[in-house]
């Protein structure tokens, strides 16, 4: 098992920070990086894959820094980018041998490894298909089959379940944590549902700056009760709206039921209720936003 250490990691391009000062220390296991689009995940990532260089800080995989690892580190990442490249006219084994070339596999271990991941995403029967007939959902199965043909120690998904239907997203998020057993998977989204369950520890970012970072039953006690149900005459309904996070609505005759995220009781009779990963992220992002005011 391999251990990620990010200190003071900083990004900057021009006078934009993109990442602020950043220090995580990863291990295996599944570990989900949430924020909305613009978050700073993406460069995380890239500089987690020594694809960008940090403006300052350092990486260190298993106390080395990354830079004088080269093809070592290299050898031991898995990636699928957010925009996941590949020939349209090349089938499915086509192209897992033409990126198994660029990986440097030999021949006998590039198709018994490709046969392996082809059955592990789904893909088997499908394999004499060219990509350009494929759903979404099948080219990131493809994607993430590429990513492991070098059987990675760190594997880095960026949006992996972008544009996926529910159907696929689930398949692919029972994949993800399957994978995470005996590796480090370090998965960035802007769907909560994607983290929710798989993950063993979450990140939330938010414009450059790592929020907060933990399980989420760490991330619910360090809120503490923030999550209310009550009921709302349907003409109040737009105050508590305006007033409050408001996560969900249930229309009643002449009534309503909000779930409402807040640090206080937003109405006598409103009830407590438990704590969701999403209401957890509303309550940080909206925290964030009024600290900027």
Not at 14 to 25: F, I, M, N, R
Not at 114 to 119: C, M, T
Not at 168 to 187: A, H, P, Q, T, W
Not at 217 to 239: F, H, K
Request: net charge neutral.
């Amino acid at each position: 098992m391999h251990r990620l250490e990010l200190i003071g990691v900083e990004k900057e391009f021009g006078e934009k920070v993109a990442v602020y000062e950043t220090d995580l220390c990863l291990k295996h296991g599944v570990y989900g990086l949430l924020g909305e689009n613009g978050a700073g995940k993406t460069t995380l990532m890239r500089m987690i894959c020594g694809i960008l260089k940090p403006t300052r800080g350092v990486i260190r995989c298993d106390g080395i820094e990354i830079g004088q690892m080269g093809k070592t580190y290299r050898g031991m990442l898995g990636y699928l980018p957010q925009e996941f490249g590949y020939y349209r006219e090349y089938t499915a084994l086509r192209f897992l041998r033409y990126m198994a070339a660029l990986k440097a596999l030999s021949g006998v271990t590039a198709e018994k490894r490709i046969e392996e991941l082809l059955e592990l995403t789904g893909l088997t029967d499908v394999r004499g298909q060219k990509l350009k007939t494929f759903s979404g959902g099948m080219i990131r199965r493809v994607g993430i089959a590429q990513a492991l043909l070098n059987d990675p120690g760190i594997l880095i998904l960026d949006e992996p379940t972008a544009g996926l239907d529910p159907g696929e997203r689930v398949r692919f998020r029972n994949l993800i944590s399957s994978l995470g057993k005996d590796r480090m998977v370090l998965l960035s989204t802007h769907i909560v549902s994607d983290v929710d369950y798989i993950a063993d520890e979450i990140m939330i970012m938010k414009q450059g700056k790592m929020l907060r970072r933990g399980t989420q039953r760490q991330l619910a006690d360090s809120v503490g009760q923030i999550v209310w149900n009550c009921t709302v005459p349907e003409d109040n309904m737009e105050y508590f709206r305006e007033k409050y996070i408001v996560s969900n609505i249930r229309n009643g005759e002449n009534k309503a039921e909000l779930r409402i995220v807040s640090d206080r009781k937003p109405a006598p009779d409103a009830l407590p209720a438990d704590t969701a990963l999403e209401d957890i992220y509303l309550y940080l992002i909206r925290a964030e936003q009024e600290e900027e005011k």
